[in-house]
């Protein structure tokens, strides 16, 4: 078995039974028949068809010599800057079928576990590493085709830089106790999309300041295993209706608090513990934040594409396209998108083999697209509400079309280039897309997903190799020292 | 009989049965248990009992000489600038009651009413105009204590600047008869907030190039006019509980669309009709602006203020008091909150008495508040969401603290210095405030309230007087011409 | 004797020969036929003729009891709101008459000085503190109408937080030894506007962290104090013609490094030395920054209003006032004008008598438009620079319209509504405002008159009372903790 | 004879004898002595034998089959993307040896006269089009390594949309006469940058809203056909001194207005005339823009990283590495300098063959480029000068430190990781390059260099394909029409 189907995926989740809690409730039933879930789960289940489909089955599988039967594109280990070119079309494939808006599309983490794989090697030989285990996982995940979710944020509990974290019980997930089973870990993580509704949770560690070794671990595990829970915030689709909710009766991906309930981590699934440098050391040196970044950039491409096209009919439709100040706005998204296009394909023609044969895409351009695509994204958002000005407020729904006052729906909310119908379609769409509940959280997804803004521009300036523009000022002046 | 209180309120509306149609179904039974109204109505209700109240009855009614009874203050013609001052302590009152997230609350409708009588004098003597029809509107405004909307926005067929809105059928709505009773309006206007929670519809039209006569018109009709229809948007109430919906549960307002349906407005509510220059000059030269800006202004000082509470709360609460870009950001609410204050102070102190005898406040500084807040409500509102972070994503519900994980939220989602529950509710506050259909819909009317950003912007320039300045230039360069 | 007029400002200064070094000379002969200060001075000289002249003399000066002369109104120290509104009346005088171009106009220090002895009680009673000479110079200052410049910057060796700047030599100026005369003072402050080109320099020390308490004192001493030095930055004065450089002809001020070689401050000026917290307390307690703030933005307004004029007669000499975003821009200069002017006024109105007798303004809304201007007033250069566009590239000088090319200048630079001299003075002054090395000086003098803006906003932020809006939130929230 | 060398260039130019006006006098004498002149001319001349470097000789200049000698590789017709990337590497030869100063470098002009002759078939059997003329022009710049300036910029008399120009006298330079030996012009042009300091002048029309015929035209002419003649601005450079003025007293460029005093251009000179079409056509079909843009960005990339360098010295200077807002301010260099690198690659990568066989750079990633670029170098100039804050203001000259002060300068002006000396240069040299007059002018003409930024982003947005896009909405709506 290799790559898996719509159907397939659904039925595996539904045994899982995993412990979810929705608003104070445990879930129980099949989760893909749930309001909250059966949208995301639909879409999801259409990707995963996606790789089966007769035209786009070339562009989203591989052959590997081990494997006669074909593996999903996105577990390919590029070796070549043709391969990488290959992984971005695959990515493209996966976004444009959810338009950019599923952050943690499949794709994504096999990226992640395909990147981890890659580059297991960095812990070789130190202390509580088992790079073995995650080459165990990365075979596994392509053998099954796992779906799986991540978690590394710490629960909010003190934002201050001296905060050391103490307490009597644990807050944050830690490793309490250990035994010849496993890891013992207790304690929560703040948030896994899609938590709950994978495969499998892959758990590590962000490196940070005053870094607890009970905290510097890394595991998979499957989503079921005992004393695993995962508490979902409230639901953000609006209904079923897609003429109502164009996407959050789709692709509302839900995100949930994972906890730990004393959960044991077999020792065959765990990657490193107790070692603060080796899990330093693994984000920093390991191909995570290259692989990683060249999924989040291409799917965000894409999104933006959406963004373009969902203005631009605005304008066409209320007919604003002679003004200079729109022209400008236009221009914004414009400007944006080939800005991020530009530094992705940058990124891939300046790829450079790594020490263990991967072909990684340049960091530093991608870096600047995660640096700029966090203060453009809200920015897109507010240009399309500032086009759809008055209009985004009084919109009627599915059911007032479908009722006796149509005619007067017909009449009062044409537009000059479209039918009432259709406008109020367009309208709702941008109404989900930048002011509903799912589309704020949207929003707020893409402002944080490589981390705080402000930490990224401080990565990326010290980063940055700045010797040879200093060096160029320096002989300029005929500086002594 | 003056002022009422919630109750008489609650009652005269659902007696008059108007007809709003919600989500395609034409709403039976009183308004005030319907789950979308019902908790905006009982916000104003609170409104009305406050008038009522022992503490404030003084501050929030004033005793004319024809009337032994209180009438609302909001009603009350300034003639000096402690009236003015005291105006806007009553308004100040009414707004912080709810924190200034009702629009239309009833002293901002009072307002403008007393506004167009104070200016009636601006159409004596001209064709088509019945000024004394707009006393009479206030008396039996203020004998009544009536509530009000008002409605000035046409559909947004078509925004270009040549469209000159011909069409067969009206769409916009136009007097398409008169007759020995009076003017017969058929067609539609965008938006009136709380349509159909009121006693009455106030409607007038914004003044603007191509200007049909047919649509030159106001008049005051009651909500329950024969063939005057309100459709609204869905609601986003999000739920009940005040726990999960702090805001959307008490302040949702609604909007609607009102269509007229061959409605006859008789003549004694006339105030103006087929009369463009009379129409405009109305607008213009009245002091509606003055004291509608004035009472708009105060209103949102209060609402800023609210944010600035919620925005330090959530610093404490997290503790990140320490970071300068906090610091930056907090100041940058201050620095919009006193200058907001020291505008509204200014346009009070700077009022002058108007050829009729009323103290109206100076236009200028309004018009810079009035072009300043647009631009500082969404940057607020954005704050917040940088200052919550991650922590806005994933918030438990009443429900989940109510169920038997709350053991486990108590742990996980405690913040150093607040327990989880409290920290969960600010948290869903300030998501509420923000991020919600609600919020965002808030956003989008404070960023609209004035009219379009840029025409403020214009509308400002022209208006300001330049002159002396120029003369400063050329005297000092002693230019010839 | 009291107010002095010009002539005598100018003689005085001429006589006491202060130290003074340009571009690696020690300047010899008057300084007020210097190249690099005539112009300077002949400004600041007609300023102390406005004292005197018939028209204003009413609003310059004012008559103390123990006094038969009139005094420079700058000086008094006001009691009552009517005094302050009577001090903004002589500061928009002073500002006005140099189009609120000079930074270190006579009115500025004399309210320095006024304010310190104000507040002269601050420092009663505590080690090394003598507040009765802060209360002579004031009488000093007020009997000779004396010049002043302060300086309080030290050298910027290293801004890093943790420097502690130790060095074996003094690099910051220091108290390097005490004896029965004085003080021995020795080393270097960065930066005194108009240093050498005053009666007396005022020095003191902005708090901070790690205070050194050598450098924590503050006296007055004569400029020409033996080994006081003054080194000049080059010039920016364009040279004499006005029609060339309208500005900098007139009012480029110098700045200058200050050098203590070994200088004696004798006991009777000594202020404070050796006492940290009474440094620190000084400057807090003080009215320094109410009544400093009140002088620096009252000019700041003068200062916009010509701004506001310069870019008005611009859009009307080149006909772009049909544009929209030409009336945005505007739009942005107004509303920086009416924005400081209402906080200013606010910060009068909210005044309040502190412990000593003297009415201070109130202090936040003061800060607030410290906040903005460091902000707007390089927006507004760019502002003219942009609506100059290519026309400030390529200006002609007076020498060339005195030529044989006149007739052909005179052609093919004219505009719509000016003839082309008269916009070539028009445009080179938009040219010397915002583009000459005086004008970008003004700019960054106008962007750091406050101090670093980072930390203005953090004071900010820490200075305001948010006690009662988070109790709001509490409130509304039923919060338990 | 082919490339000259630097001796070459400055005899040929002094031999011409312009008729150049400055400061009201016409120069006489050699134009390369002049002190306006002088270091311009210097620095252009080292570009020209930069040409005749052994080192970079293979990388400057390339071999044409018609030609035994190197011609300058700016002069080549590319055929294939290796064609593009050899140009895009000359271009920052140049670049780098004026550190991206000199915008009329000769390989800009250069690049334009090719731009011209490989799209002289446009013109190809048009009315008043003779593109044999534009092919002469090639061959004989490439003959004899001509310099050329440009200038298309008419006077700026009156910007409104709705004027028209006319007027009795021409004020724009327009055709007044035609005759058997040629056209007559009379009238100016706005600007021509280092007018008067090149070979011949290119003069031609951008197309625009009533385009008058007589103003359609284009040719090129020797710099001293009688007749013409050059109107200098002030000088810009500080002085000689390098020390004092890095930047001005080498790369000050000048601008001139051009006045054709009835000059006679021959027939064999002109490539069109009296052809409102040709002339719009041209400038649109050609691949002028493609080009220039491809030579402008390179130098504005090289330009970009002389302020990053210059930044982040000033950073290690006075050391202040650590702040996070400073990290934020380099990093907006950082990603401004690698989006316009990724853009410029981008352009290279998706070139592709015209119908005459010229292999163009795309033109949509140049254009994002251009819209980008007049927007941040303003930021940068910004930012250094926020880095520098008060140690830019009061810096000493050279003559300073050669005289009996310079031991206090070496004490009091040091920084930690610097001596006093080699300190002041750097800040000289910050100041120089972003508050100087000739710092503020570059900072004005990379803001206007690809003309208005607002008509930019109407052109961006107009020529962009986003119907793919908007069919991707239409699509997922199901829209009707």
């Known amino acids: 078995m290799s790559i898996i189907n719509g159907k ?14 929705f608003d104070g409730v445990k879930i129980k039933g099949a989760i893909s028949d749930h309001p909250a879930f059966k949208g995301i789960l639909k879409a999801k289940a259409s990707l995963y068809d996606l790789q089966n489909s007769q035209d786009l089955k070339n562009e989203m599988t591989f052959f ?48 992640v576990v395909m990147s981890f794989a890659s580059s297991a090697n960095v812990l070789s030989g130190r202390e509580n590493c088992f790079p073995e285990n995650i080459q165990s996982l990365y075979e596994r995940a392509m053998k099954h085709d796992l779906s799986f ?32 089973k496993g890891l013992v870990i207790k304690g929560a993580r703040l948030l896994a999309t899609q938590g709950g509704l994978t495969d499998e949770v892959l758990v590590f560690s962000a490196p940070r300041l005053f870094f607890d070794p009970s905290e510097a671990f890394a595991f998979s595990i499957p989503s079921n295993t005992k004393g695993l829970k995962f508490f979902c915030r409230e639901s953000f689709v609006g209904g079923e209706s897609s003429f109502n909710y164009p996407l959050s009766s789709k692709y509302e991906e839900m995100d949930s608090i994972v906890v730990f309930d004393n959960v044991l981590v077999p020792w065959d699934r765990v990657f490193y513990y107790d070692n603060v ?41 209320i007919n604003v ?22 530094l992705l394909e940058k990124s891939e023609n300046d790829a450079e083999l790594d020490e263990w044969g991967s072909m990684r895409p340049s960091i530093i351009p991608l870096q600047v697209a995660s640096n700029i695509f966090p203060k453009i994204y809200p920015r897109f958002s507010e240009i399309i509400q500032i086009i759809g000005a008055s209009g985004m407020i009084s919109l009627p729904t599915e059911s007032a079309f479908d009722s006796e006052i149509r005619s007067e729906l017909d009449q009062y909310l044409q537009a000059d280039g479209m039918n009432a119908e259709d406008r109020v379609k367009l309208f709702r769409l941008a109404w989900d897309l930048t002011m509903s509940s799912f589309g704020t959280r949207q929003t707020q997804y893409e402002r944080y997903f490589f981390g705080d803004p402000i930490r990224l521009s401080s990565n990326l300036y010290k980063n940055y190799i700045k010797d040879k523009h200093v060096e160029e000022i320096r002989g300029f002046l005929n500086l002594k020292n």
């Open 321 to 342: 396209g002679e003004y200079q100040h729109i022209h400008e706005k236009l221009s914004e998204i414009i400007i944006g998108l080939e800005t991020m296009k530009a």
């Open 149 to 180: 979710t991540h978690t590394f944020i710490t629960p909010q509990v003190n934002r201050s830089q001296v905060y050391l974290g103490f307490s009597n019980e644990p807050i944050s997930a830690k490793v309490i106790d250990q035994n010849e």
């Open 64 to 111: 590997s010599s081990e494997n006669e039967n074909p593996i999903g594109l996105s577990y390919l280990q590029p070796k070549t800057k043709e391969d990488l070119k290959r992984r971005r079309k695959m990515i493209e494939h996966w976004a444009r079928h959810t338009h950019g808006m599923m952050g943690r599309s499949p794709d994504y983490m096999n990226t």
């Open 8 to 21: 397939e995926f659904i039925e595996r989740l539904n045994k899982m039974k995993n412990e979810i809690w």
């Open 277 to 317: 440098d080796a899990a330093t050391d693994f984000l920093v040196e390991s191909s995570f934040y290259q692989f990683a970044y060249h999924q989040v950039i291409t799917r965000q491409i894409v999104k933006t594409e959406f963004f373009l096209g969902v203005a631009q009919l605005l304008v066409e439709t």
